[in-house]
């Protein structure tokens, strides 16, 4: 049974993914200001830590980890609707590249499953 990594495409899928899922997340107003300042030398590793995490791929993140990366950002006001927004981008970089709709929302739950730890805030009760 094949991971939906694997079947995204792999680590080759995430170099594809990185730079098209860069530009629109920096070209997008509603989101752009939180890069402001980040080291760039960083960013690669960054995003491609962010894409193989939302693939579902091997990762060494955990969910305390997700609250102390984006501490500093729940401060300058980070919220849902800036989530959203990256779920967006994330969704159309993998539509441009041929993913298809049922592996999109399977990366979109894979998201949403640390959107608490993101915004800093205990998991609401379903
Ligand atoms: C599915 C949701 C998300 C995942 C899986 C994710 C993943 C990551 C990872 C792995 C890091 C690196 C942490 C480290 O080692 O320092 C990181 C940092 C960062 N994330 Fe996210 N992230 C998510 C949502 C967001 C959102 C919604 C924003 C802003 C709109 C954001 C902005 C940033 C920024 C600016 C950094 C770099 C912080 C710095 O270097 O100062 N992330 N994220």
Redesign the pocket.
């Given at each position: 049974m094949t991971t939906l990594y694997e079947r995204i495409g792999g680590a080759p899928a995430v170099k594809a993914a990185v730079d098209i899922f860069y530009g629109k997340?920096l070209a997008d107003d509603r989101?752009a200001h939180?890069?402001d300042g980040?080291?760039m030398a960083?960013?690669n590793a960054?995003q491609r830590?962010?894409l193989i995490?939302?693939f579902g791929g091997p990762?060494a993140?955990t969910g305390a980890?997700?609250r102390?990366?984006?501490a500093?950002?729940v401060a300058r006001g980070?919220n849902d609707g800036?989530?959203d927004?990256?779920?967006e981008n994330?969704a159309a970089t993998l539509t441009e590249l041929g993913v298809p709709a049922s592996d999109i929302a399977e990366v979109a739950k894979?998201?949403e499953s640390?959107?608490d730890d993101?915004l800093g805030r205990e998991p609401v009760a379903a």
């Open positions: 997340v989101i939180f890069f980040v080291d960083n960013q960054k830590a962010f995490m939302a990762n993140y980890d997700m102390r990366g984006h500093h950002l980070l800036h989530f927004a990256v779920v994330l894979i998201a640390v959107r993101v």
